[in-house]
């Protein structure tokens, strides 16, 4: 671990880290969410007749709704979808995650929160989502972890991940912080490509289908298993980030 870190601060030219925060992406990584996720996005897009790839829509998680529509459209349609074709098709896509969504949340989640509580370090969500379904829970399923002034939703953004500027958000709610100052934690290549062009060190927990490879080529500095597992090594990444100075 020490040896990523210190790969991760070279390629950054950064000389410590100096531990405040840590940045969540929500579904996939606190919220088993994402199977419903990809089944009413496939459902949506089948209903209109729009093609989509194996695993699309795990592949596209971390956009905001309407980028992932223009997405469909252009290969589709060879063009993007106006402002009511956004509105009518992502109503369709929420009203049935409403339906298929279990609210299981993902083993570990709670508990990695407690952890990152526990040693002093702010909890931040940095999420593409824009299910009040979901965001409105947090307090019931994880309380006390979150405040609407530590969250960075699709509402919050203009451009979503894979650009930056969601984990930059998320790194100005953590308390107007430097990149050194916060490690990042993703299930979603394009949410680990946000991070690591924000500058954060990322962490991935593969909870989805994708292969390790496809969240190690995005960039993620190392990819677990399960959050769970993730539990089990936070405190050897925080203390050797502690310790490590170049």
């Known amino acids: ?3 990523l870190l210190l790969h991760h601060l070279h390629k950054f030219h950064l000389t410590r880290f100096d531990l405040k925060a840590v940045l969540f992406d929500m579904d996939g990584v606190l919220y088993d969410s994402m199977p419903a996720h990809d089944r009413s996005w496939q459902q949506t897009m089948d209903e209109l007749g729009l093609k989509h790839l194996p695993h699309e829509f795990y592949l596209q998680e971390g956009r905001i709704g309407r980028s992932t529509i223009h997405t469909i459209f252009r290969r589709n349609l060879q063009r993007d979808a106006s402002d009511g074709e956004v509105k009518r098709i992502y109503a369709r896509k929420s009203e049935l995650f409403r339906q298929y969504n279990s609210g299981a949340l993902i083993p570990g989640a709670a508990q990695v929160l407690e952890y990152v509580h526990s040693v002093g370090l702010t909890p931040v969500l940095v999420t593409g989502s824009g299910q009040p379904s979901l965001t ?3 307090d019931t399923y994880f309380p006390g972890m979150f405040t609407s002034e530590t969250m960075v939703t699709a509402f919050d953004v203009e451009r979503g991940k894979p650009d930056p500027e969601p984990y930059l958000k998320g790194l100005r709610k953590g308390g107007d912080l ?8 993703e299930n979603a290549p394009l949410g680990i490509e946000s991070a690591v062009r924000a500058g954060l060190f990322t962490v991935a927990v593969n909870t989805g289908p994708l292969p390790d490879s496809v969240l190690e080529e995005a960039g ?11 539990l089990k090594n936070l405190p050897v990444i925080f203390r050797a980030a502690r310790e490590i100075r170049r």
């Open 1 to 3: 671990m020490t040896d």
């Open 136 to 138: 409105e829970r947090l």
């Open 178 to 185: 430097k990149p050194h100052q916060a490690v990042a934690i």
């Open 220 to 230: 993620a500095a190392t990819v677990f298993a399960s959050m769970c597992e993730l």
